[in-house]
């Protein structure tokens, strides 16, 4: 049973920072693909970043240049630490993990981000 837990949201002044964690609990696996999505009211949700087993990283235009995504293979864990933050930037974010035998997806409950003044 594979649980993804985020963690690291919060509120934050645009210009400001924040590091988004998160790992699977449960049953241990190899993750191939580890992503970041994200999602505002009223919006369908959209990928933000991703990273390969490798450490290919890819990102979404309107993050490029302010948001890292990283992994920890050891501790099956995907951070993301989000700089120069702005108020569109607001959402839920969500992590999801690939299973690099299976290929399922595994989906974390989201943690919200909110920027504003």
């Known amino acids: 049973q594979v649980r993804l837990v985020e963690s690291g949201g919060g509120l934050v002044q645009p210009g400001g920072s924040l590091r988004l964690s998160c790992a699977a609990s449960?049953?241990?696996?190899?993750?191939?693909?580890m992503s970041w999505y994200r999602q505002a009211p009223g919006k369908q949700r959209a990928l933000v970043a991703t990273?390969?087993?490798?450490?290919?990283?890819n990102y979404a235009d309107s993050v490029k240049g302010r948001f890292t995504i990283s992994r920890d293979n050891a501790k099956n864990t995907v951070h993301l630490q989000m700089n120069s933050l702005k108020p569109e930037d607001t959402a839920v974010y969500y992590c999801?993990?690939?299973?690099?035998?299976?290929?399922?997806?595994?989906w974390g409950q989201g943690t919200q981000v909110t920027v504003s003044s």
């Open positions: 990273i390969t087993s490798s450490g290919n990283t």
């Open positions: 999801k993990f690939r299973a690099t035998m299976s290929r399922h997806d595994y």
């Open positions: 449960g049953s241990a696996f190899s993750i191939y693909v």
